[in-house]
């Protein structure tokens, strides 16, 4: 490959982007759709996914809205052969489902809370790879899949009840390694983007915290915290052709944070 430009361009490919509507989602929505991709976005309230696939494409020929439940394996199988029948093939996951929706401190994890959590952030990655890699293996040319996962894989935080979400993301990490493993013969690349706080709705609710925010930034080196572009651009790279030769790997953008913790 000689063009530069082709190194990172995502034309006529099928992405699958699972909680691809608001903060990370949208942001990556909107970029691979410019990449030329063509874009399925997923989650759990249909109307907002349909609404966004619009927004970015009011033709509906490039991209397509899809509600689903990422803790119901049918449902997420369901989704994904929708997704695929639609344009006949899929060629990338990007998997953002997630987050600590049950914050409990370790001395009070309940089992119905540890199981919520792990649910969403871990068994929900298993069975959303597993139904996109039967179609990317089926079509003989492969594909990327890219989880986004949380520095929380490496690092625990201080006077939060953050167990499930940590073991979780955790494990999440050591899944990609072994999919990458797994399907390797199958020219399926795996990997996982781990940002630290990110300026999300769902990040707002700590970063709205001066003496939080002020205790973060004094870790990360780089002295801010990370924008929805940033993971855009991490993202958008290990699903582009220039990252045919990267897989099993954890990208973490942290501003330095992980070097110096």
């Given at each position: ?162 167990a499930a979400y940590c073991a979780s993301k955790g494990g999440l990490a050591i899944l990609c390694k072994q999919l990458a493993a797994e399907w ?40 801010r915290i990370g924008e929805p572009a940033d993971v855009v651009a991490a993202v958008a790279y290990l699903a582009s052709p220039a990252a045919s ?17």
């Amino acid at each position: 490959m000689t063009d530069l430009a082709e190194f990172f361009s995502l034309r006529d490919q099928v992405a699958l982007v699972a909680g691809g509507y608001g903060g990370i989602g949208e942001a990556v929505c909107r970029a691979f759709a410019k990449l030329g991709a063509r874009v399925a976005v997923a989650g759990s309230k249909e109307a907002a996914a349909t609404r966004l696939a619009a927004e970015i494409d009011s033709s509906g020929e490039r991209t397509m809205g899809i509600g689903f439940d990422a803790r119901d394996v049918g449902s997420v199988q369901r989704m994904t052969e929708t997704v695929a029948g639609r344009w006949g093939r899929l060629d990338v996951l990007v998997n953002c489902v997630g987050g600590n929706i049950r914050e409990e401190r370790a001395s009070d994890v309940t089992e119905s809370g540890w199981n919520d959590v792990v649910l969403l952030n871990l068994t929900s990655a298993m069975f959303l790879s597993q139904a996109a890699a039967r179609h990317m293996a089926a079509g003989g040319r492969g594909g990327r899949q890219v989880h986004i996962g949380s520095v929380r894989s490496l690092l625990a935080l201080r006077s939060r009840g953050f167990a499930a979400y940590c073991a979780s993301k955790g494990g999440l990490a050591i899944l990609c390694k072994q999919l990458a493993a797994e399907w390797a013969p199958q020219r399926i690349t795996v990997n996982m983007v781990s940002p630290t706080f990110v300026r999300t709705p769902q990040g707002e609710r700590f970063l709205q915290d001066p003496a939080f925010l002020q205790g973060v930034l004094a870790r990360i080196p780089l002295g801010r915290i990370g924008e929805p572009a940033d993971v855009v651009a991490a993202v958008a790279y290990l699903a582009s052709p220039a990252a045919s030769f990267v897989t099993g790997q954890t990208l973490y953008l942290d501003g330095g944070l992980t070097a110096t913790q």
